[in-house]
């Protein structure tokens, strides 16, 4: 079964460019997750989705930073103008909706953003 | 509020050598701890979680306690080796709250 399948790997921008992530989750997972890792640092939630709903947006910095989950499937996540400290790993993941004991969260490879 | 912290990096050991990992956190109420990794070039992984209290997780020789009295969760394994060279991360999470808190990872490298 493929895993939680992101990109691109990596991308170069200059500052006030936009900016589009992709994401395509494990099929059947209807939670799905963006985080973003600085450097040096553990990553930090951005968005959670469950189904098409985004139910937990506050770390999401919404003037620049938008998200969507059209059909509750696959995700993009959009920075729009990027600043040069947006520069990180932008990871996704999904799980199950229901996080009991025996579930976990699946993270794909990450995008790497490098914004000069 | 919610957070973890964890040992510093980066650690370097040889082969066959004990390693531990320190990982604390601070929480309301009983988290859910876990151990991911991420090894070069590779999203991360679960490595080995614990639910309650006293739990002791496990996995590819791994172990880990939840230690409620201490608010701790140290990582340990017996003899590592070259192939266990990776970035560890300690986290919590709430299954409520659906949102998994990160430490800051600690990079690890085993020399043959």
């Known amino acids: 079964e493929a895993g939680v399948v992101q990109s691109p790997r990596y991308k170069i921008i200059e500052k006030k460019q936009p900016v589009a992530f992709w994401c395509n989750p494990i099929?059947?997972?209807?939670?799905l997750y963006w985080y973003r890792q600085n450097l040096g640092q553990g990553p930090e939630l951005l968005i959670r989705?469950?189904?098409?709903?985004?139910?937990?947006d506050s770390q999401l910095p919404k003037d620049r930073f938008s998200a969507e989950r059209l059909k509750g499937v696959d995700s993009t996540l959009k920075i729009q103008p990027a600043e040069l400290g947006d520069s990180a790993v932008y990871l996704c993941?999904?799980?199950?909706?229901?996080?009991?004991?025996?579930?976990?969260?699946?993270f794909g490879q990450g995008t790497r953003l490098t914004v000069v | 509020g919610n957070s973890v912290t964890q040992m510093e990096g980066p650690v370097t050991l040889s082969e066959e050598a004990f390693l531990t990992i320190n990982c604390t956190y601070t929480?309301?109420?009983?988290?859910?701890l876990f151990w991911y990794v991420q090894y070069p070039g590779e999203g991360l992984q679960l490595l080995l979680k614990?639910?309650?209290?006293?739990d002791k997780g496990s996995n590819k020789g791994f172990e880990a306690t939840y230690r409620k009295e201490t608010t701790s969760f140290h990582l340990e394994k017996g003899s590592v080796q070259v192939s266990d060279s990776a970035v560890y991360f300690c986290?919590?999470?709430?299954?409520?709250?659906?949102?998994?808190?990160f430490g800051s990872g600690t990079r690890l490298s085993i020399r043959p």
């Open positions: 929480a309301t109420g009983y988290p859910s």
């Open positions: 614990a639910t309650k209290a006293d």
């Open positions: 986290a919590l999470e709430y299954s409520s709250a659906s949102k998994i808190i």
């Open positions: 989705y469950e189904n098409e709903e985004a139910v937990d």
């Open positions: 099929s059947g997972h209807n939670t």
């Open positions: 993941a999904s799980s199950h909706g229901y996080r009991g004991p025996d579930t976990e969260a699946f």
